[in-house]
């Protein structure tokens, strides 16, 4: 089996899902930008995961627990794959997903205190702009 580690943001919180048949599962997209030096033309690789709950591998439960949001940073490693499908406009769409994922870790939430004194949790966000997909 290849395996496959990546790093990068999260485009938006982990989805918890379970199939018409029962089946219960965590679907995420991450993004990982590849600087090229100069700022522009940066690579933006899009990566989709899904996790199946899984006694023996875990990962549901693990991205459960570890309560994560849109914009951390996590680590992740699997098999990269890539599918191809007809969406329901017609466009031949290939995605590059991630099975059998492993979750390696996230980067803490830093919290930073407030004039009042008062603890706030802060999330490293990437910027917003037209051409990220979230």
């Known amino acids: 089996m290849n395996t496959f580690n990546i790093s990068g943001r999260l485009t938006a919180e982990p989805l918890f899902k379970v ?16 600087y090229n030096g100069q700022g522009k ?19 549901f439960e693990e991205i459960n627990d570890a309560n994560l949001s849109k914009g951390q940073e996590i680590s992740l490693s699997g098999r990269l794959n890539l599918r191809t499908y007809t969406n329901k406009d017609g466009v031949e769409v290939t995605r590059m997903t991630l099975d059998y994922p492993v ?13 009042s004194g008062q603890s706030v949790n802060i999330v490293e966000t990437c910027p917003q702009s037209d051409d990220v997909p979230f």
């Open 103 to 115: 979750y390696l870790g996230a980067k803490p939430v830093r919290e930073s205190k407030q004039p």
């Open 19 to 34: 199939t018409p048949n029962g089946k219960a599962f965590v679907y995420m997209t991450i993004i990982n930008n590849v």
């Open 41 to 59: 033309d940066d690579t933006k690789l899009v990566l989709d995961v899904t996790g199946w709950k899984d006694e023996k591998r875990g990962f």
